[in-house]
């Protein structure tokens, strides 16, 4: 049996052979880390979550980012959020 290796994408999630079946990993982001890494302020990352422009989930009091569905949702509206 080869050995198992991580194969990395042009995406925040990374696919993974395990036990002989594909496991996908997604990069999930906090507020901070999501503004960070799209140089904004927080400010604008909770403005647009407020608004519904930008793609996250709730958990409990909690906001959580998918790196991969931001990224896709702005290549698609633009900066601004808007279709």
């Known amino acids: ?3 198992q290796q991580t ?10 052979p395990v036990d ?5 990993r997604t990069k999930i ?3 901070k ?3 960070e890494l799209l140089k904004v302020q927080i400010s604008w990352i909770y403005e647009q979550t407020r608004k ?3 793609p996250c989930v709730k958990l ?3 906001y959580r980012f998918n790196l991969d569905e ?4 702005y290549k698609t509206t633009g900066s601004d959020g808007q279709k």
């Open 1 to 3: 049996m080869e050995p």
């Open 7 to 16: 194969v990395q994408q042009n995406t925040a999630s990374t696919v993974e």
């Open 20 to 24: 002989d079946k594909i496991v996908i």
């Open 29 to 31: 982001l906090t507020p």
């Open 33 to 35: 880390e999501l503004a």
């Open 52 to 54: 519904g422009t930008i």
């Open 60 to 62: 409990g009091k909690y």
């Open 70 to 73: 931001v990224l896709a949702h």
